[in-house]
């Protein structure tokens, strides 16, 4: 089906999607307004490609042609010849908008525009283009390379064709795709997000330290990471901004980001990815 796909982003979403594509023999431009992002993104590629292989899940010749069909390019110019593009940039409304009507612009005229959002609305961004009827969700879970599911998430205007086509590629792409409607946070997020937040109020009210919150979901829920783990592995201010979402989007208290949560994330405590959230990551 579509064999030439641009992915808007570099960062652990963006290199992730980048990654699967090019393994499942697509041509993939990984865009981003940054070099340095751009590079880190080719190098965690090439990294978990190399654990792919070590691990023998994929071998030598699969991962140095799957390298081979990753370009990197700074300019949106490059959706150009693309037939699908997936956008997979920070978690904030405005910057989605603002990209799907360049997208919207720039891309061919059959082109399917997905979004990798984790809960901002499919319907408003669709509402940007001239094409809402070829405008969808794709959103992968983290790690992209390792998880399985991707929920579709189909706004009012999404054609039946658009959601076949895009649920058809999900499969080629070894993933099991599960289609859902547009509400905020979906259902993966509408699930998992009070339960972390949750955790954040149990940490702040001194019910127990991040490690025993996060143990008693492991060993007694069967969990495989804690909720607080879990949260620095997602990125603390993705988290409250799917908060955010889910709070104004349904207008009901119980998602309310914690104010510890806020408190770490104008720290810069971001999790992992800035070495320390619930978690230290030396």
């Known amino acids: 089906m579509k064999d030439r796909t641009a992915v808007i982003g570099a960062g652990q979403m963006g290199n992730g999607i980048a990654h699967v594509f090019a393994l499942s023999g697509h041509a993939v431009t990984m865009i981003d307004v940054s070099r340095e992002a751009l590079a880190k993104g080719r190098a965690t590629i090439e990294k978990n490609l190399a654990r ?3 691990k023998g899940g994929v071998d030598a ?30 978690e904030n409304a405005e910057l989605k908008f603002r990209l799907f009507a360049d997208l919207d612009r ?58 076949a086509a895009t649920v058809e590629l999900a499969r080629r792409l070894g993933k099991t795709p599960v289609e859902v409607n547009d509400f905020p946070g979906f259902v993966s997020n509408r699930v998992l997000m009070p339960m972390i937040n949750e955790a954040v ?5 001194g019910v127990g330290t991040a490690e025993a919150i996060d143990t008693v979901m492991k060993l007694g829920m069967n969990h495989p990471m804690g909720p607080l783990a879990l949260a620095d592995l997602i ?9 955010e979402v889910l709070h104004h989007g349904l207008g009901d208290p119980k ?12 720290a810069g405590w971001l999790g992992r990815k800035s070495g320390r959230g619930f978690h230290a990551y030396p």
């Open 52 to 54: 792919q292989v070590q």
């Open 61 to 90: 010749a699969a991962r140095d042609a799957a390298l081979a069909r990753i370009t990197e390019s700074e300019s949106l110019e490059a959706v150009r010849d693309c037939d699908l593009v997936v956008e997979a940039a920070s």
């Open 106 to 163: 720039l891309a061919p005229a059959g082109a399917i525009l997905a979004s990798n959002t984790s809960s901002i609305s499919i319907t408003e961004i669709a509402a940007r283009t001239r094409r809402p009827a070829q405008v969808i969700g794709m959103h992968f879970m983290n790690p992209v390379p390792v998880m399985q599911l991707v929920e579709i998430i189909r706004g009012l205007a999404t054609s039946d064709a658009t959601t």
């Open 201 to 205: 109020y149990c940490l702040m009210e």
């Open 235 to 243: 990125g603390l201010d993705t988290c409250l901004s799917i908060l």
């Open 255 to 266: 998602y309310r980001p914690c104010p510890l949560l806020r408190k770490y994330v104008a």
